[in-house]
């Protein structure tokens, strides 16, 4: 089980959304080098609910400086995360700073970025890490539809 969230807002004047499901299940995070306090690792969900979800991939690849009119959002995208920080459970007890991780397989590129949930307020937030990941990130979260 899990929470399962439709997240929605507003870039700049567009509409924009994704469905995101966090599960109830987390385990300790096994990092070389150890991380310097407790931190807790999970697989989270990013659906896309349509247009809106669109809008989000194509707002982002601007404010990137690499806009593309023909990128779509993934229909669904796994990503690795571990809570930093706090331990996030029970999920929406407290806000979650997760670091996502972009593994690059299948000629993908690496890449993190961090994602902030906080259910009481409503809000998700996406913060970049690096510059250089930006490529990486889109590519994670979105299709180029012809």
């Not at 969230?5 to 507003?10: N, V």
């Not at 459970?89 to 690496?110: C, D, T, W």
Request: with cysteine; hydrophobic share 40%.
């Amino acid at each position: 089980m899990g929470t399962l969230l439709r997240i929605g807002g507003d870039w700049s004047g567009t509409p924009v959304e994704w469905g995101v499901l966090i599960p109830d299940e987390w385990e300790e995070a096994k990092m070389t080098p150890p991380p310097p306090m407790k931190s807790w690792a999970t697989s989270i969900l990013l659906g896309r609910t349509g247009e809106k979800s669109d809008a989000l991939v194509r707002c982002l690849s601007e404010t990137y400086q690499m806009p593309d009119a023909t990128l779509r959002a993934r229909d669904e995208v796994e990503l690795d995360v571990v809570s930093i920080f706090a331990d996030p459970r029970p999920v929406g007890s407290k806000p979650i700073y997760l670091k996502v991780f972009l593994h690059g397989g299948a000629g993908q590129e690496y890449g993190e970025f961090y994602i902030t949930v906080d259910l009481a307020a409503g809000k998700i937030q996406l913060k970049e890490k690096d510059p250089e990941y930006r490529s990486a990130v889109l590519s994670a979260l979105s299709v180029c539809v012809q």
